[in-house]
């Protein structure tokens, strides 16, 4: 089994490139900026568990997704993969912040871009839809909705108290396994992104939104995308990290609008599906909440803030 560095030394040989340093985000994966013969930048990925195959599913799903590009719906161009080495390259994207990032430097929301972006999750979804191609897309094991309805002994051991905590709150709440029950067990019709939040899409200064990050691409929910992106935003809203993430109710409720009427330009949402956006807007601050008290190793007032606000989505009836 390959080590990850020697993979992407190798990956560079083989494509003939140089090191273009320059500081890289934090990321789970191995990256680095590079040059090829033409002086293109490009960016590399290589995953740092030879058995993850995260960057495998980014791959096909980057490949395969190519011919979707529009006026509203864009993916980075795949430039090679090593399978062996699980090492991928692709162009590199100048002056393309994250909404994430356009959002924490102008202290504001970027509104202009909402209704684009959910446009573009409806081109994907609608495009996508029903297709038998997309079932090499399984959904990633273990998803951690499942754990909290179904907590396995291996997965518990790892908790920490107030993780332990969590879970027990979660569980003692019948009506929102009831919203996390109806999500795992929800209508898989077309490929998602998986992981459609606000950090994972860029800004270029011309075209659409650019979804990056393919990692847990599958064929899933449609709701979940819209969800996880309405999520991100309601997070900001309910327990902001910082004074520049920080939106209020209002500002919550036009984001809300705008990327939902984006979306209905290019395909409709059923009336089961509106309410599943709103069980995976909650889903995501349950996931975000577990992921705070990991971090920390305790609960928190953030912490308390997403799991009150989690568990009230998720219990509200249809």
Same mark, same amino acid.
């Given at each position: ?8 030394? !190798?990956?560079?040989? /083989?494509? %003939? *490139?140089?090191? =273009?340093?320059?500081? #890289?985000?934090? +990321?789970?994966?191995?990256? $680095? ?118 907590? !396995?002994?291996?997965? /518990?051991? %790892? *908790?920490?108290? =107030?993780?332990?905590? #969590?879970?027990? +709150?979660?569980?003692?709440? $019948? ?144």
């Amino acid at each position: 089994m390959m080590h990850p560095e020697e993979a992407l030394r !190798r990956a560079m040989r /083989a494509w %003939r *490139l140089i090191d =273009d340093p320059a500081p #890289l985000g934090a +990321t789970k994966n191995l990256t $680095r900026r590079c040059r090829d013969s033409r002086g293109r930048r490009l960016l590399l990925k290589c995953a740092p568990n030879p058995l993850d195959r995260g960057i495998t599913r980014e791959a096909r799903a980057l490949e395969t997704l190519s011919g979707l590009a529009s006026d509203f719906f864009r993916v980075p161009k795949v430039i090679g993969f090593d399978a062996r080495g699980q090492v991928l390259a692709l162009e590199w994207l100048d002056a393309a912040p994250s909404l994430y990032a356009r959002q924490q430097q102008r202290r504001r929301v970027p509104m202009k871009v909402l209704a684009p972006l959910g446009r573009s999750l409806g081109v994907l979804h609608a495009q996508t839809s029903g297709s038998a191609e997309w079932e090499w897309a399984a959904p990633p094991p273990e998803a951690l909705i499942d754990c909290f309805v179904w907590t !396995r002994p291996a997965f /518990a051991t %790892r *908790l920490c108290i =107030d993780g332990m905590h #969590l879970f027990g +709150t979660v569980q003692a709440n $019948r009506a929102a396994i009831a919203g996390l029950i109806e999500l795992s067990t929800a209508p898989r019709s077309c490929l998602i992104h998986g992981d459609a939040k606000a950090l994972n899409v860029l800004l270029p200064r011309q075209g659409p939104g650019v979804w990056i990050d393919w990692e847990l691409a599958q064929h899933g929910d449609p709701a979940q995308d819209l969800g996880c992106l309405l999520g991100d935003f309601t997070r900001c809203h309910v327990a902001p990290e910082s004074a520049a993430e920080r939106i209020d109710a209002a500002t919550l409720r036009r984001v809300t609008h705008a990327v939902l009427d984006g979306y209905s330009r290019e395909r409709s949402l059923e009336p089961g599906e509106r309410h599943r956006v709103q069980l995976w807007i909650g889903a995501y601050l349950l996931i975000y909440a577990h992921v705070l008290v990991m971090a920390d190793g305790v609960a928190s007032g953030l912490s308390n803030a997403l799991l009150e606000r989690a568990c009230k989505l998720l219990a509200e009836p249809a």
